[in-house]
């Protein structure tokens, strides 16, 4: 079952509930009180009708027991029938026994007579009085007369149902005034987390609430609208920046694609140049000037790997991410089979552990397996021993994926521009490459919700960690 | 609270019409059967105090504050010395009693409460005539008395002794009676004389 907690009501409920309830309760308490204290008063004040009626009964009935007139006594008795509450009344004598007697109905009862002048056991837990007959100092007898409760319990009974009317009527009025009055309090509030929750949920700043009276509400109302004029001018800036962005980006990958294109033409044309001279004349050419035709030709090559890397990067962009369950051993062995003879060149020794499953676009986690096994391939080649490890560790139940070289590594005072587009950390003589591979690497990360980066220091190989999400 | 007296009252009202309509018809009546096992004339001596207590004189029936409450009795004398016992210790309103007798055919003494015996029951309208207007309680045993303008007779019912009474004439001696006394005697008015 769920529990209703008063923390969960609305602040209406709340509201209503706090206006209502002490007064309902106070209402409750004081009709028992009043209930309490009106039914002990009755009880009292029978106790002193009996106790009236049983003097004037005693008094009325000196003559009979004088002249010992047993049946006028029990005429005098008989008289008691008009009070429908007393169900019994007994006359002793001056010896203590029974002079007359009545029982109200069929109830036959039997009276002892008296041992000690102690009043009889009622009958029932009603009320009874036990009087001496007194007459100028002279002892005449007792009179004993109990009543009833019916007339007590009748009393409780209209009281109880009197009471729950009014308790039920003032409840009922209660909650109505209190209703009334806390929609001054909870209606501009309601408003506001109205309001609030349309802007949230719409992104609509243009929502503004009606100013309330009151000085905290007027303040809080003014201090929201405020607040929301402030979002909406601040939305209003960033859309339009955005909208710029956009454009700009637009305009700029369009001018790259373009770019990039465009270049290839000549490039071609110079290479295929470069060739036919290098076919055509050979025998008239001079080693050194063939030297010169090959550097054309190996840097025109160099610049279409720089334009085809570039055109891969700004694709990245558009290109969308299919995310997917993956088995990232077997991505692993699949960016390796490329970089297969790399290896053998290098008798680089591999290390991989096995890696958990994960979620993420297979071919562009290929590929940033393919660029950083082969840089670390490709610079660890120099070292007598190259050692490749690829491993996770666990950090907070999420993987961060690592691959460590023993190779130059690099100077951490550049490792921000290690990710840069066309940045190069080594000379291209040294390390062949364009620069391009790491600046995809961390596209492709970024755009799956991770993080990349790398440790190491000059001959002290690299490691490069990345995360996913 | 003016609500509630009233409902209160409304009770009430309601209670007592419930109580006349409902009323048993027979309430239940005892009476015992064991008795003071005294002799007829010592219940009907300790009777003649019963009818001093629920009688009232003037305060002119007597001389001071603490003069006697004097019973006399006329004529040969029933009671005895046991009434001389019983009473010696009663008081009347405060007042000690004294009991004085006067022989048959004398003059009625100075007294509050008169028994006029059956020995004088000839001279009956002398003795009235001779206290007329006087405030004295006359009882007596025999018949006619009270239809005769005596004040109250005691009457032998099987084993029980009843009173008839006078209202009339005791209320003319100047004297006023206990209305619940009245309510148990038998009443009986002077019937005019032949």
């Keep these: 079952m769920k529990r209703v907690s008063l923390k969960d009501l609305s602040i209406r409920s709340k509201l209503i509930l706090l206006g209502a309830a002490p007064s309902i309760v106070v209402l409750v308490l004081a009709a028992f009180v009043f209930a309490f204290y009106d039914l002990a008063a009755f009880r009292r004040a029978m106790g002193d009708e009996l106790r009236a009626l049983a003097h004037f009964i005693g008094y009325s009935s000196q003559p009979a027991l004088r002249f010992e007139d047993q049946e006028r006594a029990v005429e005098i008795l008989r008289g008691l029938s008009g009070n429908r509450d007393i169900v019994a009344a007994v006359i002793f004598d001056r010896q203590g026994a029974v002079f007359a007697s009545y029982a109200k109905g069929r109830a036959i009862r039997q009276f002892a007579p008296l041992s000690n002048a102690a009043a009889p056991a009622p009958a029932s837990r009603g009320v009874s009085v036990f009087e001496p007959i007194v007459q100028n100092r002279a002892h005449l007898g007792h009179i004993y007369i109990e009543s009833g409760m019916e007339r007590f319990w009748r009393r409780a009974l209209i009281l109880l149902a009197s009471a729950s009317v009014a308790v039920l009527a003032f409840s009922l009025l209660s909650f109505l005034l209190s209703q009334r009055f806390q929609h001054h309090i909870s209606t501009p509030l309601r408003q506001l987390s109205g309001a609030a929750s349309s802007v949230a949920q719409n992104a609509d700043y243009t929502v503004r609430v009606e100013e309330q009276p009151g000085p905290e509400l007027s303040v809080l109302t003014r201090a929201f609208n405020q607040m929301l004029s402030k979002i909406e001018q601040q939305d209003s800036t960033l859309r339009q920046r955005a909208a710029e962005l956009e454009a700009v980006n637009k305009e700029l990958e369009a001018f790259t694609y373009t770019v990039s294109h465009d270049l290839r033409s000549p490039l071609r044309a110079m290479a295929g140049y470069a060739q036919i001279l290098k076919r055509s004349a050979a025998d008239r050419l001079t080693a050194d000037d063939l030297d010169c035709v090959q550097r054309i030709q190996n840097n025109a090559r160099r610049m279409s790997e720089l334009i085809d890397d570039l055109l891969a990067f700004s694709r990245l962009d558009t290109q969308p991410i299919e995310k997917a369950p993956l088995n990232l051993n077997e991505i692993i062995q699949r960016a390796l089979q490329p970089l297969e003879p790399l290896i053998a060149n290098s008798r680089a020794q591999l290390l991989i552990h096995p890696l958990p499953p994960a979620s993420a676009d297979a071919a562009l986690i290929e590929q940033v397996f393919a660029n950083v096994l082969g840089n670390a391939i490709k610079y660890s080649r120099k070292h007598p021993n190259p050692r490749i490890e690829v491993g996770y560790m666990d950090r907070d139940g999420k993987p961060i994926y690592f691959v460590r070289d023993n190779g130059v590594g690099f100077d951490m005072q550049y490792a921000d521009k290690l990710f840069g587009v066309f940045q190069r950390l080594h000379r291209a003589d040294e390390f062949e490459g364009t620069g391009v591979g790491l600046a995809i690497v961390q596209r492709i990360i970024v755009r799956h919700g991770g993080k990349i980066w790398a440790e190491s220091s000059p001959d002290k190989g690299a490691t490069f960690f990345f995360t996913l999400n | ?194």
């Design chain 2, 1 to 194: 609270m003016a609500v509630l007296r009233s409902i209160r009252l409304f009770a009430l009202l309601v209670a007592a019409l419930a109580g006349l309509l409902f009323a048993p018809p027979h309430a239940q009546e005892s009476s015992s059967a064991g008795r003071l096992k005294a002799t007829e004339w010592q219940i009907k001596g300790a009777y003649l105090y019963n009818f001093a207590l629920f009688t009232r004189w003037p305060a002119a029936a007597f001389k001071g504050k603490d003069s006697p409450f004097v019973i006399a009795i006329l004529g040969d004398d029933p009671f005895g010395a046991p009434l001389d016992d019983s009473l010696v210790k009663e008081q009347v309103n405060g007042r000690p009693i004294r009991i004085v007798r006067a022989p048959t055919g004398a003059a009625v003494p100075e007294c509050h409460l008169l028994f006029i015996s059956v020995s004088e029951k000839r001279r009956l309208q002398e003795i009235f005539d001779s206290i007329s207007g006087k405030p004295i309680f006359t009882v007596a045993d025999f018949e006619p008395f009270c239809q005769v303008g005596g004040g109250a007779r005691f009457r032998k019912d099987g084993r029980n002794i009843r009173l008839v009474m006078n209202p009339g004439a005791i209320r003319a001696a100047g004297l006023r009676v206990d209305a619940e006394l009245l309510q148990m005697a038998t009443l009986k008015e002077t019937e005019p004389r032949k």
